[in-house]
C-alpha cells in the first residue's frame, strides 16, 4: 500500500514537473525559433518510459525532450530512471532537462 502511494505522488510530481517544463523552458525557446512542436501528456499504465519511447517513435519523433529530477543512486537503483530508460532506449535523441 505504502508502495502505490509513493508511486502515485511520484507521478503526480512528474506530472507537474512536465507541465511546468512545457511551460517555463520550451514555449519561450519555440516562440523565439518558430519552431513547430506537438505537445502532449500521454498516460499509460504499462512502463512509463516504454510508452514515451512507443508514442515517439508510433508518431516519428525527431526528438524527445525529458525532464530529469535527480534522484540518489540507491532511489534509482531500486525505482529505476525513466529518463535514464528513454536516453539508452530511445530511436531518435533525447534532450534531457534538469
Known amino acids: ?25 520550451i514555449d519561450p525557446l519555440i516562440d ?27 508518431n516519428k519523433f525527431d526528438v524527445i525532450v525529458i525532464g530529469t529530477k535527480g534522484m540518489t543512486a540507491v532511489e534509482e537503483f531500486f525505482l529505476g530512471s525513466v529518463a535514464n530508460n528513454v536516453i539508452h532506449h530511445a530511436h531518435c535523441p533525447v534532450f534531457a532537462i534538469r
Not at 505522488?9 to 523552458?25: M, P, S
Not at 519552431?35 to 512509463?48: A, G, H, P, T
Open 32 to 58: 523565439k525559433e518558430g519552431l513547430r512542436i506537438k505537445k502532449e501528456v500521454v498516460e499509460s499504465s504499462d512502463s512509463i518510459s516504454k510508452s514515451i519511447i512507443h508514442y515517439a517513435r508510433q
Open 1 to 25: 500500500m505504502v508502495e502505490l502511494k509513493k508511486r502515485s505522488k511520484r507521478e503526480d510530481e512528474a506530472k507537474r514537473e512536465a507541465r511546468t517544463l512545457v511551460l517555463n523552458a
